[in-house]
T-cell receptor, first 113, second 116 residues
Framework: DQQVKQNSPSLSVQEGRISILNCDYT??????FLWYKKYPAEGPTFLIS?????DKNEDGRFTVFLNKSAKHLSLHIVPSQPGDSAVYFC????????????FGTGTSLTVIP | GAGVSQTPSNKVTEKGKYVELRCDPI?????LYWYRQSLGQGPEFLIY????????DSGLPNDRFFAVRPEGSVSTLKIQRTERGDSAVYLC??????????????FGPGTRLTVL
């Protein structure tokens, strides 16, 4: 069963605009969430994380929002740049059950110049 | 090296053969993970090492899959009697922390395994 879901396989955004990538999870024990970015033929690269004690974490153009009651998180990229075009994966873990990370299926973001 | 490296980058084998995939983690990282990524899917957890020991191997799909990390650094994922369904990109990741740590994982470029 897919415990982390990314329901939008792709997203296109104009350069300079906001990109919003969404992620839903089912396991209420998850307490740590990460976003990874992946270019073709490369491994995923860590982007930003958030623990369940927070509802927002910001790093430059990237902000992750966590809504625990809805079991939903989102990644906002503002302003979007063509170099942001990649596949974005959401991942989650439950610290008290070990270090296993569960990944979503990814959203392919295309930023149009 | 600066990052996680994996060899080979590509491996083509025939059904029924044995393969070994190697991962060199970032120096000093005690945690090492193996994932499998099939087309259109996210990385799927296989096994996690803390030091030399497999702390969690619950993701290994069956007993044809085995992984070792004898000296707490390099790890080898071994697949016996390969099947066409084993075709995927096998990703390795390492992180600095110990058990229950909030640590990001640093991924290698992966090994693309194709079983004909």
């Amino acid at each position: 069963d897919q415990q982390v879901k990314q329901n939008s396989p792709s997203l296109s955004v104009q350069e300079g605009r906001i990109s919003i990538l969404n992620c839903d999870y089912t396991n209420s024990m998850f307490d740590y969430f990460l976003w990874y970015k992946k270019y073709p033929a490369e491994g995923p690269t860590f982007l930003i994380s958030i623990s369940s004690i927070k509802d927002k974490n910001e790093d430059g153009r990237f902000t992750v929002f966590l809504n625990k009651s809805a079991k939903h998180l989102s990644l906002h990229i503002v302003p979007s740049q063509p170099g942001d075009s990649a596949v974005y994966f959401c991942a989650a873990s439950a610290r008290n059950t070990g270090n296993q990370f569960y990944f979503g299926t990814g959203t392919s973001l295309t930023v149009i110049p | 090296g600066a990052g996680v490296s994996q060899t080979p980058s590509n491996k083509v084998t025939e059904k029924g053969k044995y393969v070994e995939l190697r991962c060199d983690p970032i120096s000093g990282h005690t945690a090492l993970y193996w994932y499998r990524q099939s087309l259109g899917q996210g990385p799927e957890f296989l096994i996690y090492f803390q030091g030399t020991g497999a702390a969690d191997d619950s993701g290994l799909p069956n007993d044809r899959f085995f992984a070792v990390r004898p000296e707490g650094s390099v790890s080898t994922l071994k697949i016996q009697r390969t099947e066409r369904g084993d075709s995927a990109v096998y990703l390795c990741a390492s992180s600095p922390g110990g058990k229950l740590a909030y640590n990001e994982q640093f991924f290698g470029p992966g090994t693309r395994l194709t079983v004909l």
